[in-house]
Each structure stands twice: as C-alpha cells, then as structure tokens.
C-alpha cells in the first residue's frame, strides 16, 4: 500500500494524540520529544533517553523497568 507523506504525517500525529497523556503517565516525558511527524516514533533516540545498559535489549529493559504496559505502549508507537 503506498502511502503519502501526507498519510504518514497524519498517522504520526494520530499516534501522538492518541498515546501523549499514557506515554506521560508512564515515562514521566512528553511523547512529543520522540515523535517525529514523518518517521513516527524514535526508538533510537528513546533507548538513548532510556538509558537501556549495554547488552541488554530495549525490549526487555522495559519489561524489567515499566512492565508490560510500557513495553506494550512502546510496541504500540513501533
């Protein structure tokens, strides 16, 4: 399916409005600083912010640090 750019920016921003108050809650940063209108959300800069220790994936570093629904709420935004 091709997409627009047009498209992609709207479903970022979708998924901005629609996670911004749970990312909030859970992480204690605004989801904002990790979304980028074209490319959606940041893992690379969000591992960074992390701070996930060397040899360990994001994946589980969230499970370990914010539990399913972190995880699940990153999943989400991926």
């Not at 750019?5 to 409005?17: A, E, P, Q, T, Y």
């Not at 074209?38 to 800069?45: A, E, P, T, Y």
């Amino acid at each position: 399916m091709d997409q627009t750019i047009s498209d992609l920016v709207w479903h970022n921003k979708g998924l901005l409005d629609q996670y911004r108050q749970q990312f909030q809650q859970v992480f204690g940063a605004p989801l904002s600083k990790f979304m980028h209108p074209l490319f959606g959300f940041d893992i690379v800069r969000f591992d960074e912010w992390l701070k996930t220790p060397d040899g360990t994936s994001t994946a589980d570093y969230l499970k370990q640090t914010k539990g399913e629904t972190g995880y699940n709420l990153i999943a989400s935004l991926i």
